[in-house]
């Protein structure tokens, strides 16, 4: 595809004019401790219980902060003025370039979870493909209790078989970057939140890790659908980076092995933004920002001091407290690494 090649290229050996084509402006990520209402702002998501906050472009999500001085929301800023509104189930904001489009569903009312996956995914794709925006480019999957039930009664792989069934064959094999993470709330909701734009990305896969779609029948009846990473289709280089853990091929290793796990976790990155053919080593980019979440809090300390040391102190991230979908991971690392 002719977008694909050109958005190989370093930047500089790109005409201006060709570049101002089909390119867009990169979103702006930031965490900060106020939920900025300015026009361009493209949402605000607080974390967790505390953030409460009237803006019409905001959403919690129900992760708790862990680490000390936590920020309390998450900003995404976009260039032009941004609009917003609901429709049915869709919560959406949109510059015209990209949108923030959202939806939790309670299961109970939806017949379970993968009745309620499947609604939900059903009614974000109907909403993208409609819209000005109708690329996805990255996708969060947070919903509760991830890790109950055995084998495929498991519900992270009743919620794959959801996620399929409301993507549709579409998406096979073209997928965006997502994290799928476990919320820990009594009342069960399964909430999803995507980033679509009006020019499509280009999905990276990761050489350490088999494609996540392609996994093999044992972790599941419906292989995951997401991309380990997604390229924005953006004037200068922009990535989305998945949930990343210690996924090796297709196998988890480490088992309760925190340490072990975030140094095989941070390989995958590094192999990650190789494969993109990033320039800047992770942290050291314009407007990196990470998403740490961890399974059990006493692992925080330990996380934050060791990717302090390798990333630097003034990488923003955000430690959340959250269940992985592999029952043996202890932490997974997303975020966005801009140049
Ligand atoms: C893995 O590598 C870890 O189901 O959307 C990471 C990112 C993981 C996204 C998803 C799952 C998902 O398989 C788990």
Redo the contacts with the bound molecule.
Sequence with gaps: MYHAVRMSQPSSEIPDVERDVDTLPALAVSYSDRASADADVLAVIGFGRTASVDHPRFFRVHLEPLNENAPRFEVWRASGEVRHGRDRDVQWMSDGDYSMAVVELDEAAHGGVIEATRHAYASLVAWVRASATPHFLRIW?YFDAINDGKGDEERYRRF?SGRAAGLGPTFAGNYPA???IGSRNEKKRVQVYAIAARVPGTAVENPR?WS?WRYPRKYGPTA?G?ARGMRAPTHSPQLYI????A?VGHASHHADDIDAQLDETMKNLESLLQSAQSKTALGHGAGDILKVYVRHPEHVALIESKLRGRLGATVPMVLLHGD???AE?LL?IDGVHTG
């Design positions: 999957n794959c997502a994290s799928a890790q996540a995951p997401f998945s949930g990343t853990a996924v992985i979908c592999r991971l997974e």
